[in-house]
């Protein structure tokens, strides 16, 4: 299939037709509507702002989540609007139909309306310029406005480029994603002109490292390099100064990983060679059996199944990569090779952490290194151990351990030796533990997990 | 027991009576006569010099290993001290029984006399100063001439230490013994005064660091230093400026190891809490059965047998060291957990290298860390693998490996892949490999270097 083909047939699926675009204005009209009726019912002087791809006209077909910022004037304190949003958007909140509490910065409402469309309504500044901002959300409406300023009708473009993203499982920003934002799509697709070249600069980009579209580096030079030179101190694999944040401080990719970038640069290649649907709209992960990927490999799998609290998945998911990467610490501490974790929720309340690991037993005894000898702690050591022996000089001794892996495991987990994220301590180490079997609904995610197909670039 | 009593009783053992002495004497006379007769028969000018314990009165009662040396006038060109040196010892060799070639620097003739002495017939430089000598041989002269003159009666101090040395195992200059020299002992019972002196200040010596009993930092500081630095940075635990030697370059104890000064360390402290006999004379080691160690631990044992060819200990055992070192390497590379290796002879033309491991069998897939995904080399490694995935900008693959320990090392061997004495790659290569059994000749040598006995400091 040539290019063109394959986009034409992608931006038929994902432009919005004028029908859903009806909807749409619509439905901003109405929650506007709705907004200032609230507010001046309960007194409260604050601007309604849609932000994010609706405002922008990027949003992919059948995608239609509101961002609905309420803005207060500049002169109110934080307190207030914290507190007088909140108040605000539970009262939208009512009038929509159901709703919740979500947590950022701020607490905001998080409503459904017309069944099923998510309504964020998020407390912020009325801000007109970077010096106003005194919320990290309050940066939304600058963002809006840049992109609206400058996409100059490229919105299929950036439509095209966030479905590809998705298509390879390296869009979205949230903390346990780290892949390429809407808003980074945007300026990638502003700058570099189309869908197409920017895939075709996958490499270039990576080797230029710095974007500033909005010139930054030569209007404010001191500012931006120490922002430039920061972000390539931490590794960052792109530095991209925000256009229209003064003082220009901000890496608008500064959450993007290597191997979500990594994942675009293989799969922008391997597109651009053999352009297929298939980077836009993957099949399903072809199914498989857990049990024969163990036996292919001889590795194990230890599963832990765990009660957890009520929570978010950007608070819960962050968690559950700590104590996953904490058991591989431990584990690979006590000698058993792990090959990989992967973790996740499992029903409502629950959630799993699975680790491959390359056995099951250990020796009984373990070689203790200790200090050097000369020292007291070396002549306390060679008291206080039995077959002691010196490797340089240092001293050894022979030290009796569990075998097993799941004594081992009780045993890191009762004497606190395993880093776990810390509202999953209690009901971690109350987990129930499986070794190679999981229940029938973790079946598939076992698979992808142990044959790689989960996080793997190419099978 | 108290300490004077340990030491009257170890020192009736040691020193040797006046009937050794005389047989000694006698036997001195006699090759000292032989010598000068084949010198004249030859037409040879040397003249026949004692070094060495016995030369010292510091040899052990029974200990009769004889060094006698056939020192060349100044002026002798060196091709002519070993040629004439050689058929010198030779003639000697003939005249006292059996005799064969051995090499240090330069070959030299080790001969039996009268039904066993050892005596080592090595060709010289007839030296009366540090500027004259040529061949590291040469420097015995003034070793010997050194502690004659310093050893003020003490002896018996020197035997005692010697034998002390001997019993904890820490006694022998050879480089794969890297312990105390007798000429070391020597020093220290010259500088510290009597045997019980130098253990009392196991630790103070440590710290102390350098031992200068000819004043050499004082006579020359500049080249005296240099060597304190030099022998400091590579860390040896004692500097021992060689009294008789002029530029002061030598550290006596440059072959001491921490492991030997580490067993001396704690063994010394623990006679003088409680001083016995044990110390200079143990009982043999207590044999035990090697499975029920293996059983105990839960580790396995693998032992390669293989010819060696004709070499004495001095050669094969450094690169027996080197070789069982190799394995621990390759093998830890692979995945598998060493827990330690023990090698030596095997019978009259054989050698072993045991290796003891966690495990026989490792998973059939092993991860292959391979470059930043952003190179020509990440992207060559991204089309050749199977199954690659991400973590930051590194790629890493699975690859198929082989399970067991036999093939792992067979194929390991085989690719060149284990750092092998030079004389043994050969031999090495068609060892036999035996796995959690030990012929029954080798049954409490397993158990000794299973158990720790062997080389460990406490059990």
Not at 183 to 190: F, P
Not at 228 to 242: H, Q, S, Y
């Amino acid at each position: 299939m040539k290019l063109e083909a394959v986009i034409s047939e992608v931006l038929q699926k994902i432009v919005p037709t004028e029908d859903e675009r009806a909807f749409v204005r619509e439905l901003m009209g109405e929650l506007e509507e709705i907004a200032r009726e609230k507010a001046e019912e309960l007194g409260i002087d604050v601007k309604p702002y849609f932000v994010g791809s609706l405002a922008k006209d990027t949003y992919l077909a059948g995608d239609h989540d509101v961002d609905l910022f309420l803005a207060f004037p500049l002169d109110t304190p934080l307190e207030e609007v914290r507190e007088k949003g909140l108040e605000l958007g539970k009262e939208i909140g009512k009038t929509l139909g159901e709703y919740e509490i979500a947590y950022a910065e701020h607490p905001y409402v998080r409503a459904k309306y017309r069944g099923g469309v998510k309504v964020d309504l998020v407390p912020c500044y009325d801000v007109r310029d970077w010096k106003d901002v005194r919320t990290a959300v309050d940066r939304s409406i600058l963002h809006t406005k840049w992109v609206n300023e400058n996409i100059n009708g490229k919105n299929n473009e950036v439509r095209l480029l966030k479905r590809f993203l998705k298509g390879i499982a390296a869009y979205g920003s949230e903390i346990y994603v780290r892949g390429f934002s809407g808003y980074l799509s945007e300026i990638l697709v502003i700058k570099y002109g189309s869908f197409a070249e920017v895939l075709e600069k996958a490499d270039f980009i990576l080797r230029q490292k710095v974007i500033d579209p909005a010139g930054w580096l030569k209007r404010e030079p001191e500012i931006a390099m120490k922002t430039v030179k920061r972000e390539v101190e931490e590794d960052k694999p792109l530095v991209v100064i925000d256009p229209p944040v003064d003082p220009p401080r901000r890496n608008v990719a500064a959450n993007l990983s290597w191997e979500k970038y990594g994942r675009f640069y293989f799969k922008a290649d391997e597109f651009l060679r053999r352009p297929s649907l298939e980077f836009f709209f993957p099949t399903g992960k072809t199914g498989g059996d857990y049990l024969a990927e163990l036996r292919r490999k001889g590795t194990h799998l230890i599963t832990l199944l765990f009660d957890v609290p009520e929570m978010v998945d950007d608070l819960l998911f962050p968690q559950l990569e700590r104590s996953a990467r904490g058991f591989e610490k431990a584990l690979s501490r006590e000698g058993f090779g792990v090959f990989g974790w992967n973790a996740g929720r499992y029903g409502a309340e629950k959630a799993f952490i699975m680790l491959e690991i390359d056995r099951i037993d250990r020796p009984r005894v373990k070689i203790h290194p200790g200090p050097e000898f000369f020292t007291e702690r070396g002549r306390d050591f060679y008291r206080k151990n039995e077959r002691v022996w010196l490797v340089g000089k240092r001293l050894y001794a022979e030290k009796r351990v569990k075998e097993n892996i799941i004594d081992v495991i009780r045993e890191l987990l009762e004497k606190n030796q395993v880093a776990l994220g810390k509202n999953l301590r209690e009901t971690i180490r109350a987990a129930e533990m499986l070794v190679d079997y999981v229940p029938r609904s973790l079946e598939n995610e076992a698979y992808l997990f142990l044959s790689r197909e989960k996080d793997g670039l190419k099978q």
